[in-house]
């Protein structure tokens, strides 16, 4: 199997069941990634584990270095991405704990480093038309099958700037757009990804319902428990995913 990378998101800031072969700090040339890169192996597989928002939790998603973190993962030898997300819910099918493997982006988030091309060397103009790779998608999407998750395959992701939640009109106006669900994290990572040519996939945890979807606001209490049972079951949608001899070549 390839050499997986894991990007932990808020509520997924390490895979327990990962077991530990060696921390690595990589410098690149745009600067420090959020944190180390763990790697170890999980179900008797290769994997680098690296927590977005830095161990502790600390870094907001318009700071991230999203640059150095998959540069980063590239050197330290990942040959395929499954970012972890928490996002919040628009349309029907995404409902707070379910497990959602997006099929396309819509980018709303400004002013972050989000290109390797600035000016150095020839710029390429990446295909960026279906962001997330298929056969990763694909799998994933057979893995939580087979688990019987809750889980829905699909869905636009719409990236927002943050750190604070959107209001109820912003959150109309991404719906009139077509976006299923919203997060903060999900671009430039995935752009820059392709730019370093490594295939890419979101596995994203509802984590609430997004601004206006339900009376009044939004209850940090309400989304950590929602984040808990949701990374609990992509926990064991990762196992799977590198315990599934069918797709390992
Ligand atoms: N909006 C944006 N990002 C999020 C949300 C949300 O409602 N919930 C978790 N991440």
């Known amino acids: ?26 410098q690149t040339p745009y600067g420090k990634p959020s944190s180390t890169c763990t790697i170890g192996e999980l179900a008797g597989q290769k994997v680098i584990f690296l927590a977005r928002h830095g161990a502790p939790h600390t870094i907001a998603p318009h700071k991230i270095n999203y640059r150095a973190n998959l540069w980063a993962l590239k050197e330290a030898g990942a040959e395929q991405i499954i970012a972890i997300a928490a996002v919040g819910g628009i349309t029907p099918e995404m409902t707070p704990t379910r497990i959602i493997i997006p099929e396309q982006i819509i980018d709303y988030s400004y002013g972050r480093e989000h290109t390797y091309f600035a000016g150095t060397e020839p710029v390429k103009h990446i295909d960026f038309s279906y962001p997330y790779d298929e056969s990763l998608r694909k799998q994933l999407i057979n893995n939580a099958a087979q688990l019987k998750l809750n ?73 950590i428990d929602n984040l ?20 390992q070549v």
């Open 151 to 223: 889980s829905h395959a699909g869905g636009i992701y719409g990236c927002t700037q943050g750190p604070r939640l959107e209001t109820a009109a912003e959150i109309t106006r991404m719906e009139r757009d077509g976006c299923d669900l919203v997060g903060m994290t999900g671009m430039p990572e995935a752009a820059l990804a392709r730019e370093l040519d490594i295939p890419y996939v979101c596995c994203a945890v509802i984590a609430n319902w997004a601004a206006g979807k339900t009376a009044g606001t939004i209850a940090m209490p309400e989304i």
């Open 1 to 26: 199997m390839k050499t997986t990378a894991i990007i932990g998101g808020s509520g997924l800031s390490q895979i327990e069941s990962l077991t530990i072969i060696e921390q690595k700090r990589i």
């Open 228 to 247: 808990e049972q949701g990374m609990h079951n992509t926990k064991k949608l990762l196992h799977q995913f590198f315990s599934d001899t069918n797709h």
